[in-house]
């Protein structure tokens, strides 16, 4: 039976901070740290008066902003936005950015995926990228009331003029907000015919507590705890003594998945309304 010593656990807070030259870069999942083959993820510090420029050459780029300076910046395709909490940039292979500090250190999450082959993309066009904002982002809600979402970049999720949001299927990565008592049901993610090798999978806490279970195993998760789930692994995440932000990644976003258990209510998700009194809105996860 698969336990808790089947993930990887990473402390972010202690892991080893190597100096750049936008401040601090912590490796927090590869190949080498946890064994993902598709993903590569850093826990970058952009110190006050210092900038980072990412430039995606062949690869997926996510860069998300996990705590913001008071007065940073993200440039884009030639136009300027507020580096807020939650705001960030999907850059396409080809695409750069610019993330420039002020005021305060900048936290960021950055995430790293090779081109898929074209089975995965499924006639996608690729790109191009773009930046987001939790404005911009459409929220979901499962069933349940429990869990809340928001991603930051997903193939299947539409926009209010019905457009994609992602037009690749790179990644699939966004908040994640549990209630409460909130929890994901007993599963597992497996590979496809496009992708049989499964997808690299992680979540990263940011706020409150959670507990990870695999079997009849478990551990307790503080902020900044990144957990990787090799593809084939069972898994529940619950949140523990209150609310729990984190934010989940799947690289690349062709898989299956398994439900073992029977909280149905948790396995359907909807758009909230577009106005006051409006009917929610499924979202159709394939």
């Known amino acids: 039976m698969p336990t808790i010593n089947d993930v990887t656990i990473i402390n972010s807070n202690t892991a080893e901070a190597k100096p750049v030259d936008s401040g601090l870069e912590r490796t927090i999942c590869s190949e080498r740290v946890c064994g993902s083959k598709t993903l590569n993820v850093y826990r970058r510090t952009v110190l006050e008066d210092r900038r980072f420029e990412p430039q995606a050459g062949e690869d997926y780029h996510l860069i998300y902003v996990m705590e913001a300076s008071k007065d940073g910046t993200i440039s884009f395709n030639g136009e300027s936005h507020s580096a807020d909490e939650g705001a960030g940039v999907l850059l396409v292979p080809g695409e750069s950015a610019e993330f420039e500090v002020a005021g305060s250190d900048l936290e960021l999450l950055h995430m790293i995926t090779p081109k898929p082959p074209a089975a995965v ?20 809600t499962d069933a349940s009331g429990g869990r809340v979402r928001r991603f930051c970049a997903d193939s299947s999720v539409n926009l209010l003029d019905g457009s994609r949001l992602t037009s690749t299927n790179a990644i699939q990565a966004g908040e994640m907000r549990y209630l409460d008592g909130g929890s994901s049901p007993y599963h597992q993610h497996v590979g496809t015919d496009a992708n049989p090798d499964g997808a690299a999978h992680c979540y990263m806490t940011f706020k409150g507590r959670g507990v990870v279970e695999v079997g009849d195993t478990s551990q307790e998760l503080e902020p900044g705890t990144l957990v990787y789930f090799p593809p084939g692994v069972p898994h529940r995440l619950r949140a523990l003594g209150g609310v729990l932000d984190y934010f989940e990644i799947q690289a690349w976003r062709s898989f299956k998945t398994n439900i073992f258990s029977e909280e149905e209510l948790g396995l359907r998700w909807y758009y909230d309304p577009e106005s006051e009194g409006a009917e929610r809105v499924e979202w159709n996860q394939t």
């Open 121 to 140: 993309e499924d006639g996608l066009a690729g790109g191009p990228g773009y930046f987001f904002n939790q404005e911009t982002l459409r929220v979901l």
